[in-house]
C-alpha cells in the first residue's frame, strides 16, 4: 500500500510515474500481468469489479476473497513477492443491484464492501452514481455522495472491527471517489464530440463528498485516505473506434489537480489508446489508469491466431474449433452481447469475434470454451509450431522466438502477447524496468 502511495506522491511532484490497474480475472490475462511486474521489480495493482466478484460470486463465481487466494496462488506460481501485490475494488456500490429499490440495494452494497475489507483489498472505489429503481434520473450529487460516504463509513467500521479482533495484518484502506465514469467495456457508439469534465464539476465533485464525509463524522484522517477522482480525460472505444486522449483539451484538469496536495486523477476505459498518450496521460496527474477489455481483446487476439495456425497442423477431426465454438455458446447465451452489438446478422458476428468492446470475456468461464482452449493448447504442444506459420499469424511473437527472447508454445506465446499491451502501460507508468521482454515468458 506505501508502495502506491509513494507512486501517486512522486507522480504529485512532477515526476512521470504512475500505476496501472489490471481489471480481468482470466487466469492467462494475470498470469501476465504477474510476469510482467516480476520483470519489472513493481508493484502491481489487480483490481476486480463488483459485477466478476462479489457477494453472490459475480460472473466469475468467485467472491472476494476466493479472487484474492486465486490470485495469490498464481503469484506464488510465478514467484512474486506478496508485498509487490495490491489489490483494488472497482465500482463497488449498488450496480449489480439497480433494479431493486434504492434502502435495498444499498444494503445489498454494504455487504459488498464488507466482503471486499475483509478479503483484503486495499483500493476501494466508492461508486455510487447509478440509480436504482425508485431513484429519481439523473440521481442528485448530494444523494451520490451520501451514498459513498455511507459505504466508506461501512469500510473503516469493518476494518476497525478487524483490527479489535485482532484478524488484520497489514492492509491499509484507501478511496477512490468520483461519479463522472465513463462505461465499464466501452460504448456502443462514440460521442461526437467527447469532452473531459469541466473543472467545475471536479471542484464539486470533490467538495461534496468532503461534506458528505464530514456529516458522517467520517474526519480528516478518513479523508486523507481519499487518493483520486474519476474523471472523463476525453477517451473512449466504441467497438470498432477509439477516441484518442487530447493533451491540449485537458490541461485545465490537469492544472486543477496539481494544485491539490494530495489528489491525481484515476482514468477508465484507457483501453487501445495509441501508445505515446499514455505517457501524456500520467504526466497530467492521471496516474492511475485502468486496463481490462484491451488485456482479454490481446487475449482472444492470440487464441484466434493458435486457432488459426491449428488448422494447417492439426486433422480437422481432432482440432479444437475454437472459434466456433465461441460463436456457438455465445449464439446460445446472447445475454452478455446482445444489446452491446448492433446491425445485421454478419454485423453482429463480426462484433462477437472483433469488437473492442470484448465481450467473449464474459464466457471464457464456459465449460465448452475451456475445453476448447484446452485441447487447443494440448494439440499445439505436442506439434511443433513451424517458425513460417508462426510469423504469418503471430508476427511479433515470430521476432522474439527468433531473437531467442521466447519459447514458441502455445501459452507462452498467449501471455507474450498480453504482455505487449502491459508493457505500454508499465512504460508510461515509469515501471518498466527492460525494453525488452525476458528470454522466458511463461
Known sequence: MNALLELLCANKKGQSKGIYAVCSAHPMVLRAAIQQAKADQSLLLIEATANQVN?????????????????????????????????????????????EPAAVAMAKAETLIVAFVR??????????????????????????????????????QTLAEQIAAGQQSLVQLCYVIGTEVPAPGGVSSLEQHLEPTPVANVAATIAVHQQAFASLGLGDDVWQKVIAVVVQPGVEFDNTQ??????????????????????????????????????????QHFAILKVGPQLTFALREALFALCYIEQQLVPVEQQSHLIAVCERVMQLQPGYWQKFYPGNMLEQQLLRQYSYSDRIRYYWQQPALQQAVSRLVGNLSQNQIPLPLLSQFMPQQYQAVLNGLLVAEPVALVEHHIRLVLQ????????AAVPSLPAQAA
Open 55 to 99: 457477494q453472490d460470486g459475480g460472473y466469475t463465481g468467485m467472491q472476494p476473497a476466493d479472487f484474492i487466494a486465486f490470485v495469490k496462488e498464481l503469484a506464488a506460481e510465478q514467484g512474486l513477492c506478496m508485498n509487490q501485490l495490491c489489490f483494488g475494488g472497482d465500482h463497488l456500490g449498488p450496480v449489480c443491484w439497480t433494479a
Open 119 to 156: 478479503a483484503g483489498f486495499h483500493k476501494i472505489h466508492l461508486d455510487t452514481s447509478m440509480p436504482c429503481a425508485d431513484d429519481p434520473k439523473p440521481l442528485p450529487d448530494a444523494v451520490i455522495a451520501a451514498r459513498a460516504a455511507r459505504l466508506c463509513q461501512v469500510a473503516e
Open 242 to 283: 477509439v477516441h484518442a486522449f487530447d493533451a491540449v483539451a485537458s490541461v485545465q484538469l490537469a492544472d486543477f489537480i496539481s494544485k491539490d496536495p494530495a489528489l491525481v486523477f484515476e482514468a477508465h476505459s484507457t483501453d487501445y489508446q495509441p501508445q505515446s498518450r499514455y505517457q501524456q496521460l500520467v504526466q
Open 424 to 431: 505500454m502501460y508499465a512504460s508510461a507508468c515509469g515501471l
